[in-house]
């Protein structure tokens, strides 16, 4: 079944611990994106990657950071550093090339307790 | 920068009415632009992209570069359509990650 896959559904957190939001694809895609989904704010870019070992800050990195050791995997860790982590979290993928399509997985909701 | 406007959070319509989701953008190169659907309980998934001049699904958009504008159009809306739509914009070099605005509620009753 190809797609692009997040673990967990749903996470857990205490205050001033770190976390690790999984993303895997075996689309054979290059690019790689996360994106924090909150109520009337849309989708904002935290961290995206268009090669392995090479990743750009989006327009809210502060507080999270990522890692892209291989192609398939995108991970994203959510600091302590991080003000409001509680959200939903998505993950995207795509060939890199223009005016293509990015797929989504199916989000890893995120709350702080 | 970069930046996409939706300027309507929520747009309600009966059945067979005509629909237009707004979207407005900047950019100081030639944007690419997107349309994405999420419906309930589903992935977020590509609609249609301006540069395939499709109609997907009974909706079109067509990128009016003058007003920076890429409005979606349905001339007669369906129940099935009710979902949260987003614009998005990447750029005219490959690597420009997807930007995407606030997204639209569109919900369509009998």
């Known amino acids: 079944d190809g797609g692009i896959t997040q673990s967990p559904k749903y996470l857990f957190r205490k205050e001033g611990q770190n976390v690790t939001l999984s993303c895997e694809q075996n689309?054979?895609?290059?690019?790689m994106y996360w994106y924090r989904q909150d109520p009337g704010q849309g989708l904002r870019l935290i961290y995206y990657?268009?090669?392995?070992?090479?990743?750009q800050k989006g327009d809210i990195a502060e507080g999270y950071s990522v890692s892209r050791e291989k192609k398939e995997s995108f991970p994203l860790t959510v600091t302590s550093a991080q003000k409001n982590p509680t959200a939903f979290y998505l993950c995207?993928?795509?060939?890199?090339?223009?005016?293509?399509?990015?797929?989504f997985g199916q989000g890893t909701r995120l709350t702080v307790v | 920068a970069q930046r996409v406007t939706q300027p309507e959070k929520l747009l309600s319509v009966f059945k067979g009415a005509p629909v237009e989701l707004k979207c407005n953008y900047s950019?100081?190169?030639?944007?690419?632009l997107f349309w994405y659907v999420q419906y309930s309980r589903q992935r977020l998934q590509l609609l249609l992209r301006?540069?395939s001049r499709e109609s997907i699904k009974g909706f079109t958009a067509d990128l009016n570069k003058g007003e920076t504008s890429f409005h979606l159009k349905k001339p007669f809306a369906q129940e099935e359509d009710s979902a949260m739509y987003y614009c998005?914009?990447?750029?005219?070099?490959?690597?420009?990650?997807?930007?995407f605005g606030k997204g639209t509620t569109l919900s369509v009753s009998s």
């Open positions: 995207a993928s795509s060939n890199g090339h223009l005016n293509t399509e990015a797929f």
């Open positions: 689309l054979n895609h290059d690019a």
């Open positions: 990657s268009q090669i392995v070992n090479d990743f």
């Open positions: 950019y100081s190169g030639s944007p690419e």
């Open positions: 301006h540069i």
């Open positions: 998005a914009l990447s750029g005219d070099q490959a690597g420009t990650a997807l930007i």
